[in-house]
């Protein structure tokens, strides 16, 4: 039962996205707004992950490997890079909940990725005009 979904044909996950926004709208109107975010989340979920996970499902599929190994074979590296990057969170996160509790870990890896949020943007704005200066003053002299 865990790997159902995999059962549902390509066509119809547009389908079942559509039924749960139009079930979200439903579910506003009669005022069932937890259930509406919740529904509007899963067709939003659908709409958004359906081109991620086509390639996870043909190297599934194709090669009949285990699941992890599939989903690294059928993704780029810079997505697999940020899926062990999450999973390093998650266990940075998990070790540090029970040395220091729940809030400080909370508080703690979300200054870790503040960090290396802030240190990217860097790393993209400010790299290549440093870059820019050191070529000028190659050639300047």
């Known amino acids: 039962m865990k790997y159902s979904w995999l059962l549902i044909p390509d066509a119809w996950w547009s389908s079942i996205a559509l039924f749960c926004f139009v079930g979200a709208g439903l579910c506003y109107i009669i ?3 937890a259930l509406a975010l919740s529904l509007l989340g899963a067709a939003l979920l659908i709409a958004f992950a359906a081109p991620l996970l086509q390639p996870l499902m043909d190297a599934l599929v194709s090669t009949g490997v285990d699941l992890v190994s599939a989903l690294f ?20 996160r998990f070790l540090l909940s029970v040395l220091v509790g729940n809030n400080a870990a909370d508080h703690t890896i979300g200054i870790l990725v503040a960090d290396m949020i802030r240190g990217g943007l860097r790393l993209l704005v400010i790299a290549p005009v440093r870059l820019a200066g050191a070529v000028i003053r190659l050639f300047r002299g």
């Open 31 to 33: 005022g069932l707004k």
């Open 73 to 92: 074979h059928a993704l780029s590296w810079w997505a697999a890079a940020l899926l062990v990057l999450m999973m390093v969170f998650a266990v940075a």
